[in-house]
C-alpha cells in the first residue's frame, strides 16, 4: 500500500512539475523589420500585424513570448540553433518543408517580375523574359526557382548578394526584370533611396511559393508546436485572424479561414 501511496505521489509531482515548465516556456518569436507586419516601433517595441497575431496566439496556450526583430540571416541562424526560436513569416519552399517545423500559415506574399515602368516591351509569360536580363539575390529560393525554369546565370540571370545592387542595377537599367515579392517591394526601394513610382508589377508568378509560416527548429516541443497550431486555428476560425489584418488596412488571404 505504501509502495502505491509513494508511485501515486511522484506521479502528481512529476505532472505539476511538468505543467510548470510549460508554463515558463518561452518562445522567442523572431522577424526581420517589415513594416507594416513586423517592425520596431516609435517606442522601440516590436510591432506589426503578424507580432499581433503572434501575441493573439500565445494568449491561447499557456506560453510565454518575447519578440525579437533582426536580420534575415540571423533569422536562419537562431532556427538553426534555438530549439524555441519562432520565424513569424516564413516561406516554405521545397528545399525548406523538411528543414523546419510548420506550425500554420500567417500571410502570403505574391511573387512578380517588377520592370522599370518606361519599358515598352511586351512580355506577359516568364518564358518572354528569357531574352532580357533577369536578377533576384543569390542564394534566395528566388535564383532557384528561376534556375529550374531555364534562366542560366551568366547568360539571362543576374544573382547579386544585396538588394541594394539589386534595385540600383534596374534604375541604371543595367538589367532588365527583377523577381521579387509584394512583401518586401516598398521596404526595400525605400531603404535604397529609389522611387518605387518608377517601377510596375509586369508578371505574376502563380506557382511561386507564397504563403508564409509560422516556423521553428524541429526540436520544438512537440506540445508546444500543437498548441501553438491549434491556437493559430483557433484565430481563423473566431474571427480574430481577419481584425488584426483590416486593424492593419491588410488584405484578407483567399479564404482565411481555411489557411
Not at 506521479?11 to 520596431?40: G, K
Not at 541562424?77 to 517545423?101: G, V
Amino acid at each position: 500500500m505504501w509502495v502505491i501511496f509513494v508511485r501515486v505521489v511522484m506521479s502528481i509531482c512529476m505532472f505539476m512539475l511538468y505543467s510548470v515548465m510549460c508554463n515558463a516556456q518561452t518562445i522567442t518569436f523572431i522577424a526581420e523589420d517589415l513594416p507594416p507586419y513586423h517592425f520596431i516601433n516609435e517606442n522601440n517595441q516590436p510591432d506589426g500585424a503578424l507580432i499581433d497575431l503572434a501575441k493573439a496566439t500565445i494568449k491561447h496556450t499557456k506560453l510565454s513570448a518575447k519578440f525579437e526583430i533582426i536580420p534575415m540571416a540571423r533569422i536562419f541562424t537562431m532556427l538553426k540553433n534555438n530549439p524555441n526560436a519562432i520565424a513569424l513569416s516564413l516561406l516554405k519552399t521545397p528545399i525548406r518543408a523538411s528543414q523546419y517545423t510548420w506550425l500554420g500559415e500567417s500571410y502570403f506574399a505574391d511573387a512578380y517580375l517588377v520592370s522599370l515602368k518606361n519599358r515598352t516591351d511586351e512580355v506577359t509569360h516568364l518564358n518572354h523574359a528569357k531574352f532580357y536580363q533577369v536578377a533576384t539575390i543569390r542564394g534566395y529560393s528566388s535564383a532557384n526557382y528561376l534556375k529550374n525554369a531555364g534562366f542560366v546565370e551568366g547568360e539571362n540571370l543576374v544573382l547579386v548578394s544585396y538588394y541594394q545592387q539589386l534595385w540600383q542595377m534596374l534604375y541604371k537599367k543595367r538589367i532588365d526584370f527583377v523577381l521579387t515579392n509584394t512583401l518586401t517591394l516598398n521596404n526595400e526601394l525605400k531603404h535604397s533611396g529609389l522611387n518605387p513610382s518608377l517601377i510596375t508589377k509586369r508578371i505574376h508568378l502563380t506557382d511561386y511559393p507564397s504563403k508564409l509560416h509560422f516556423s521553428a527548429n524541429k526540436a520544438l516541443d512537440k506540445h508546444t508546436a500543437r498548441a501553438i497550431s491549434h491556437a493559430l486555428n483557433t484565430l481563423k476560425e473566431n474571427g480574430e485572424y481577419q481584425a488584426i489584418l483590416t486593424k492593419w488596412q491588410l488584405p484578407l488571404p483567399a479564404a482565411a479561414n481555411k489557411l
